[in-house]
């Protein structure tokens, strides 16, 4: 039996002369004794260290390589572990050969020990030619399987190392095919997930941070606590503590800020030219490292809230959106005020509520933020890692809200007819469904067939009989424990008079929508016209886009739908149904307004309005609406003039963009094929800028005279409108698909046509 070792030293080899073995070892030895697994795993650490020092200073790389080296050992006996024994020179079998490797931080592959053991293993026998070669395939067998499992655990670090570098690879964030910008998605150590967005083609920077709690989490004690902490930490931060700092940054390199907070987040945005953007990127990130929420700042934004709050009174948004939350369940988290005011904030513990709302909910792990810029992704990550680190991360779980602002089959909340006064002279009627499902369900089937306003649609039924003006459906509130849908119409005298016309419309559509369920070809059709926008998205504002991005991540952790593309929904006809049910007479809330209604006395339009609301003074009555009008709106037949949405033929499928053949100034044209242009001039000019397969034209009838009477011009302005509303019924499905046509019969008779060029 014969012992061989090799010393290896970076790399070189010797080759030692054989000793006699004498059936005991050396305590070195004995150290080399294990199993080649745990053999193996000690490589893979080093592996890693040697990974890991690539990402340190050159030098303490270089200081690896005088390690202690790494010794081969080969050693001839029974099995690992077991007493060695003598056995006669000729009668060693291959399957005593057992190879030991110990690391100690070389450098040198596995490759390289194989060939060093292979070349090394000198085992003299009687055996035949044939023994040997079969002995010398089971080492290479054995070598093969030592460097199959060290390739094992380098993935295993691989991945961990990707990991530990915070890139998110398990899907591409899908974007519009027009989109040339870069996209990466990753989470920093401390949990903070970003959206970093390469743009070389943009001229200015933004950066969104979106923490997850908003007016739902205020006290009731102190309303308006999140929007005023919003304002509170724009007053200076340890790092840097000037009042407005981030407003002069943003100032001085031509940029500006905003923020905003609603129900769940509270956003906060910038945006300035691309060399400012990681110091004001670290600016804004200050607020969540550590703020200053200074005494002496205070009252100063107190009265900037009290201001913004103010000017709600200027417009009918804020009453009517007040209106709603003060007729819901006064648990509920959307009934309270979520402005705030001197009333609500003026206290002695102001700056201790601040701190307490500020340490519950501004964690790492709550924060989502989108950053565009000109850098390049790798740029971008380094300056995300480098920053954002250094938010703490307390771990904080996201508000959850479970009372029901206006619960199913509760008449003190649901089934009312609320009648006020707006701000504006305008008559108008808004019908609110409360669907309380979680998760911010797609409410886009619904709300698309409600508003639509082409052939045999609710808006045409009622405008062509003096109803209503306009008529819109869509998401009012959403949260994560409901949505709010809403239609809304303005109304003419008649309808203000008689509005429960309106109502039996509408139930009478929703008739139509149950009897013949979900239409599957009209929800694809919806899909494929989102698609189709979503394809050939234009560039959005980088701060606007920044803001979506971030609130959007908020709600999802899938990167696939940090953009909300359409080809991520699919149908599910029970969940539709089901959101088809919260749509009935007894979920319905009125809030009718006009100015024509009074507090002093009931008039032909309504009763007398005897409450104000409590924050923007709105007279109004809230009554109960009659049983007998929700058995009869229960038993409306289906209106054969109210249908759902034909197919639309208007919807492109060549998107092909022709080869450039322009110039570029436009070309006047002689001739078009087919088409007799002798008394007409037309000029064409082909983009090469924007790359998409849409077209724009215009076309001027005639001059009109170079000063206009005012009486002319009021008639002109009266002819574009009639002539729009009289070709708006058969244009509606081509404006779904982005078509659009205006008319302007001001200094010329002006008609303009854009869209897709299929």
Known sequence: MKFISVDRNHGGRQKVAPAPVTGELTPSDHQLQGDIVDTTKSDRATKSDTTKSDHTTKSDTTASHHQPQEKVVVRVGPEVGSELRQQPEGNIHPSAVTVMVKSSGSNQSFDDVGDEIEGNIMVETASTSKEKRVRSGRNRLAVVLVILVV???????LCVTVRAKTVLPVYQIIVPQTDLREYRCIEVKNRLRATLVSDNATSTASTSFNVAVGSSSNP????????????????GTEKFPQENYADKYASDNDGWLNAWTDMSDTNYF??????????MTDVFAQFFIKPLIRKESLEREMMAVQSEYMRGFSNDFWPEYQLFSSTANPRSPFSRFSTG??????????????????????????ITVAIIGNETLDTLQEWAEEIFSAIPNKDKVK????????????????????????????????LIFPVNIRGYPDLRYVTYILAYEGKGSLFQYLSTRGYVTSLLADVQVEAENFVLVGVYCDLTEKGLKDPNVIVEALFKLLKTMRDDGIDERLWMEIKEIDELKFRFKEKEDPAAYASTISARMARVTDPRDYLNPPSRRSLNISREEEILSFLTPENLNMYIGSLKLSAEEKTEYGPQLTKVEKWYSTPYKNIAILDSDIANW?????????????PNQFIPHNFTILEFEGGELPVKLTNVSGVDISDVTVWWYQDSEFNQPKISMQCYLQPAPKTFTIQEQLLNEMLSSIYLQAVAENLYPANSVDYSLNADFQRYWIIELAGFSD
């Open 151 to 157: 390739l094992l655990g380098l993935i295993i670090v």
């Open 634 to 646: 229960w038993a409306v037949d289906p209106e054969p003039e109210i249908t759902l949405p034909e």
């Open 399 to 430: 508000p959850v809200f479970n009372i029901l602002p206006f619960p199913w089959g509760d008449k003190k909340y649901i089934g009312r007819r609320v009648y006020y006064q707006p701000k504006s002279d305008k008559d108008s009627i808004k």
């Open 220 to 235: 009731r004690d102190v309303l308006g606590l999140a929007h005023y902490l919003e304002h509170m930490l724009f007053m």
């Open 270 to 279: 910038f945006e300035v030219e691309n060399s400012a953007l990681k110091g």
């Open 341 to 366: 005011s001197i009333s609500t904030l003026n206290r002695s513990d102001i700056q201790e509520k601040l701190w307490d709302f500020y340490d519950q909910y501004y964690s790492a792990n709550l």
